[in-house]
């Protein structure tokens, strides 16, 4: 009876479980390949039920009951989860996993999947920068790109970015890459020249709203198809394009905010402090108590201005961008317009641009088509003079003497200050009263046509123009202080044009053999020529509310120039790929330029790369945990054109004057040489893609560029020649490291998707070789009062007096010798390397939430190891010797008594003791910095919620440089990127809320 129960109970289990479950029935699609073959699918929840998809992609599967989801996964493409619950028949299109599939530019019209890629490739979607309130593509580069440095020069709006990819590439020439928008390459640096420190970044000009995406090359395999100017990397800008059958698209972006000055570390004296510290420096410096009193009476305290408050602003951000693309059978098209407005933190200053686009393309046959990208924008940039002038706000915020008002009893600007500071420079009524404006105008084409031989081979040509013309404005009203300048005011007008003219033709091949060799191929002529043409005149003493050259009574001489220079290029690329597990690519370029001397005016540049994905090989496939797979190597050689365009020519100074007529005569100054060539690098590099247990994907780097044939300074006999040197190609140097990124998948269903990733670039760079001048043998150095030009150790190498505090006995500053003894003597002491203004290592943390449609992205930033020299501290941490400006709350905690410790030396009247002047570590702090760069919460309204004439909308919040952790004590730890810092405009803080709408 026992055994019949047992029985009884086992079938009615049996047929429980039977009655529990139901049948799923399915298809499964890859986006634009077709069926899915042999894909994973999964009950969610139950990862022991599931089957894989037939020939057809189609699958029949038994699951419980109260199964709700399925989890089907393919490799190469993203998990989808999607619900059975009330169907018993599914139909899923699973979209390519971005990190194996994703479509990459390499150039010359070449996409590549990075399944494909032998080369070192980063690519960001242009939708990152657009999501930023900043005004040019470089500054929202920061922390998007691994082995990419973008650090910001200024705070200034619209100003340039110092771009720096796997190291600094030279050491007199430029170590920026080049930019290539829609395969023509762009004018970039500044487009004025009056006043380096507010100069308009030619980069402001291309509105990110309008960007599809960045792709920065970074290895030889990647970048020498650029040759002669690929050796500091290449960032191809892709814009927005229309689909051709694609029903009409708008799109309507805004952002509103706020920014305002991040801390800067400095608490300024008010006037009792500042009081009671010149009583004491001047007594301290001879004077009687008496005398002193009697010129600092407690009366000049009853003033106490804070002309940090008067320098700073809250300034507002406000942009808008309207876009429509689409298209027909035959035609697609992106227009857009934008606007883009942002106020300085700093008094009187900011940028506005207004831009157009409009991407054309068309069809015009089954053999030809052809199209047109064309952009315009002006942009209009008021800034302030800056780094030290005495019209500079941030310089007067922080060294004016607080005893004196902003302005008189009759409510006019103050231009008497007690002790003349800063010759009287009231840098609040001159900002209001001077005009300091720089503006320009872009236009930039690139038409091309296209003709389909047949399936395989592909001619076309390509012509590119960019044009900008740039005009900036300076002028000082009479009635104002001289400040250096004219009595009676000035007058400057400058305006610069520059454009580039490029064509490109190539014939292109590609062709599957046996459906396991793919060839691909690329033949071509490239030329470009550049012109550029300045001009400037100022005059002075102008009449009263007048403003122009022409009313001036002392018109100054005119200044102008014209500089060309032009590129002639044979370029051509071979890839080759079989079974979808070997890839091997090569590139041969030969360029000429005007630039170089006549005996070298061609080069030759080359690469090789290779690349296998191990993943795909049969002994793998039981190696479930591995999604995929690659090794990568590459080598080749690139140069660096960027060594000014007439350095190889001898010069004339046309500006002398013989017999009453013009003369010329060779400046013995500046000779050229017409050996002159190239610098050139050699770079390889070697890289793993890979992804597994469907959640971790990511990639790591080794890579080493020599670069040599470097521009440098050789001495001459002054005898021989009436020059001191020539330059020549002489010196080298080498940067190497490590890059890696990883990318987790902390979870991915239907509602709630978080992920984090992590960036990390270490770069080393060394000089290996100079110039031997001395004939001693050994390479000579160049020792500056702050950094060290040597062999053996990398550009920015600081050279300093070690500083070793003060003297308890007396308050006199001391130092570490050479031998780490403590001496009092500066100049025994002597210089000594302390280290560098590179960092060690750079990177950046990301975490990204969704839950129904609500969005949380979190980046931060950080960056480790460099030295910061901050010479702003040595005029406002004096020690008396610039007590005639406004001091730090540091200065405070000086030695005043035998015994006393401290890290500040006596105060005394126009000190001379040393401890304040250049060229000490007192000044170095550790540059080291975790800053917060953005943080945005977003939401999507669902799109059931929104009416036919709506596509979507979002509504987001962010804020950029909210938080930063650094143990610098200047201003801002990432603007000082060349390694010093002196009253730079400060990064600010910005907070912005926007709205995405699609229709």
Known sequence: MKHFSLMLAMVLCVMSTTLAQRTITGTVMLQDEGEAIGASVLVEGNETVGTVTEFDGSFTLEVPDDAKALVISYTGFENTVVSIEGTNTVEVTMAPNNVLTEVVVVGYGAVRSKAELTGAVTRVDGGKINELPVSSLDQGLQGLATGVLSTGGSGQPGSPSTIRIRGIGSINASSSPLYVVDGVPIIVGTTTTIDADRALNALASISPADIESITVLKDAAATSIYGARGSNGVILVTTKSGKKGEKTQFNLSTQYGISKKTNDNFRMLNSQEYLELRREAEVNAGRSVEDVMLEFPDSLADTDTDWRDEAFQTGLTKSIDLSARGGSEKTSFFVSGGYFDQEGIL?????????????????????????????????????????????????????????????????????????????????????????????????????????????????????????????????????????????????????????????????????????????????????????????????????????????????????????????????????????????????????????????????????????????????????????????????????????????????????????????????????????????????????????????????????????????????????????????????????????????????????????????????????????????????????????????????????????????PADGTPLYYDQNGNVTGDREAAGQKIVGTSNPKAFGNFTTNFSYKGVGLDVMFFYNYGNKIVDNTRRYIESDGAFLIYNQTANQLDRWQEPGDVTAVPQIIFQNGTGGNEWGSTRWMYDGSYLRLRNVRLSYSVPTEKINKYVRSIQVFAQAQNLLTFSRYKGFDPEFAAGGTSFFRYPIGKTVTFGMNVGF
């Open 347 to 807: 008094l009187r200053t900011g940028l506005k641009r207004y831009s157009g686009r409009a991407n054309i393309d068309h069809q015009m046959s089954d053999k030809i088509s052809f199209g047109v990208n064309l952009s315009t924008s002006f942009t209009d940039q008021a800034g302030r003079a800056g780094e030290g002038s005495f019209m500079d706000p941030v310089t007067g915020a922080y060294l004016l003497i607080p005893f004196d008002p902003v302005k008189n009893e009759d409510d006019s600007y103050n231009y008497n200050f007690i002790y003349e500071t800063l010759a009287n420079a009231n840098f609040v009524g001159i900002a209001n009263a001077v005009t300091q404006e720089s503006q320009s105008f872009r236009f930039t084409n690139s038409n091309y046509v296209q003709y389909d031989i047949n399936d395989d081979w592909t001619v076309k040509t390509i012509l590119g123009i960019d044009w900008s013309n740039g005009r900036e404005d300076e002028t000082y009203p009479s009635g104002l202080p001289e400040v250096g300048r004219y009595p009676d005011g000035y007058v400057i007008r400058s305006t610069a044009r520059e454009y580039n003219i490029s064509n490109t033709n190539t014939i292109n091949y590609s062709h599957t053999f046996k459906e396991k060799h793919s060839v691909s191929g690329l033949l071509g002529f490239e030329v470009l020529k550049n012109d550029y043409d300045y001009f400037s005149g100022t005059g002075s003493t102008l009449p009263k509310n007048l403003t122009v050259i022409g009313v001036t009574a002392v018109p100054q001489d005119p200044f102008g120039s014209k500089e060309e220079f032009s590129f002639m290029s044979i370029l051509s690329r071979l890839n080759y790929g079989f079974a979808g597990k070997y890839n091997a690519s090569a590139s041969f370029r030969r360029d000429a330029s005007s630039r170089f001397g006549k005996n070298n005016r061609w080069a030759n540049f080359w690469s090789l790369g290779a690349g296998w994905t191990i993943s795909a090989e049969d002994f793998m496939k039981d190696v479930g945990a591995i999604d995929f797979l690659k090794l990568r190597a590459s080598i080749g050689t690139t140069g660096n054109a960027e060594i000014g365009n007439y350095t190889s020519k001898v010069k004339y100074d046309a500006s002398g004057s013989y017999n009453n007529q013009n003369a010329s005569y060779p400046d013995v100054a500046d000779l050229g040489s017409e050996d002159l060539t190239w610098e050139s690098n050699l770079n390889w590099n070697v890289g793993f893609d890979f992804a597994f247990l469907k959640r971790f994907n990511g990639n790591i780097e080794y890579y080493n560029r020599k670069t040599f044939d470097l521009l440098y300074d050789q001495q001459l006999s002054r005898a021989a020649s009436g020059a001191t040197s020539i330059q020549g190609n002489i010196a080298e140097m080498v940067n190497k490291g490590v890059e890696a990124e990883l990318n987790i998948d902390i979870f991915n269903k239907k509602d709630f998707r978080w992920t984090i990733g992590a960036t990390v670039a270490a770069n080393k760079n060394e000089i290996t070789r100079l110039v031997d001048n001395d004939g001693d043998g050994e390479d000579d150095q160049i020792d500056g009062r702050t950094f060290t030009t040597r062999t053996g150790e990398a550009i920015g190498t600081f050279y300093l007096i070690e500083w070793a505090g003060v003297h």
